[in-house]
């Protein structure tokens, strides 16, 4: 079965989305933002499954950074939280 144009298009405003965060061109606000409107755009399927697995990831940093007035400067281990989400992420799209 071959992935409509759409899902295309969804998935490369995602690997767009992910470069420009670790460009430092984007919030991590725009990025899950982002990557919740792909998702919930994507039909129903394991990869929109794992997309929004990934995201619930970010959003969960993203809301305790938030909550704690850490958005300037993310703890160590939120970062690499991050970066390991966005590694997932890009190889879920490969």
Request: glycine share 4%; aromatic share 6%; charged share 35%.
């Amino acid at each position: 079965m071959s992935e409509s144009s759409d899902g295309k298009w969804l998935r490369e405003g995602v690997r767009q989305s992910i470069q420009k965060y670790r460009a430092g061109e984007i919030a991590l606000r725009i990025l899950v933002d982002d990557l919740d409107s792909v998702s919930s755009n994507l039909e129903a399927s394991p990869l929109s499954e794992d997309l929004r697995s990934r995201w619930w990831i970010l959003e969960e940093i993203y809301a305790v950074a938030l909550d704690r007035g850490d958005l300037q400067e993310l703890p160590r281990e939120d970062e690499l939280a991050i970066e390991e989400t966005l590694d997932e992420l890009e190889r879920l799209l490969s």
